[in-house]
């Protein structure tokens, strides 16, 4: 029985680590797009998907320490990914995040 829980425990960490390295090349490659992006929309989906991989590593790293704690982690980095990709979304169409209409 302990031979069983060693190799999975064994394919979890192999698994964590080949999952953390792709992550982590995804990541680099949307650092490149964020950066030279040739619009701002471009631009503007490279950080909200990096944001996206930043909860994946947050999952990841849950799953490697056998831990819940993450998940508020994880939550907080959504939320603040909604309204960013909102602001964002907002300036780039109108200009401005907060009108001051003062009629």
């Known amino acids: 029985m ?3 829980l060693d ?3 064994k394919l979890i ?3 964590a680590t080949i999952a953390v390295l792709g992550v982590s090349v995804s990541v680099m490659i949307l650092l490149y797009r964020a950066i030279k992006g040739p619009t701002n929309p471009d631009r503007a989906v ?3 998907i990096i ?3 930043l909860m994946a590593l947050a999952g990841i790293i849950a799953i490697l320490l056998v831990t ?3 998940n508020d982690v994880i939550l907080l980095i959504g939320i603040l990914l909604f309204i960013g ?3 964002l979304a907002k300036f780039l169409e109108k200009g401005v995040i907060i009108e001051r209409d003062m009629d």
């Open 68 to 70: 819940t704690k993450f």
């Open 13 to 15: 960490e192999y698994s």
């Open 51 to 53: 944001g996206i991989n």
């Open 46 to 48: 490279a950080l909200d």
């Open 85 to 87: 990709t909102v602001a």
């Open 7 to 9: 190799v999975t425990q």
């Open 2 to 4: 302990d031979n069983i």
